[in-house]
C-alpha cells in the first residue's frame, strides 16, 4: 500500500518526523509531495526558509521516507495517480477549499482511504520562526547560540 502525504517541509522539525513515521505505519511505502515555493505563497503568508532542493534531499534522507516529489501546483490528483496512492495523508487544517474537495472527491471515487491526523501545537516551522526572531529582538540569541554550542 502507498501512503501519501504532503507539506511544506520547512525547517524539519519532530512533528514531521511524527506525522512521517506514522504514515509509515500505515503501509509499505511513503510518498512525501512537497509544495515549491510559488505553491506555499497561495496558502501561507510567508515563504519557506529552506530552498525546495534541500526540503526533498532531507526528506529523503529519512528512512521512514521512499518517494519525495515536488508539486508546483494545487493538483493533489496527478501526483496520487502518479504514485498510485491507497491513503492520503493529511494535516487537521486541511480545510473545504476547491482543490482539496477534488483530491477527496477522486479518491473516493477510486475507493481510496484519506486519513487525518491532528497536529501537536508544540511542533511548527511557523512557531520555530517566531521563537527565533523573538530571540534575536529580545537579545537573547547570545543564549541560545550558547545552548546551541553545548550540544
Known sequence: MVVY????FD???VGHLALLEYCATLGDTVAVGVASDEVVKLYKPNIPVIPLEQRIEMLLALRCVDIVLPYHELDYI??????????FVIGEDWGRKPHNQNVENFLKSQG??????QY???NSSTKIKKDVLSLHQTGKRFEAEKFALAL
Open 5 to 8: 502525504t504532503v507539506g511544506t
Open 11 to 13: 525547517l524539519l522539525h
Open 78 to 87: 496527478a501526483v496520487c495517480k502518479k504514485v498510485k496512492a491507497d491513503i
Open 112 to 117: 481510496k482511504e484519506i486519513v487525518q491526523v
Open 120 to 122: 501537536n501545537p508544540r
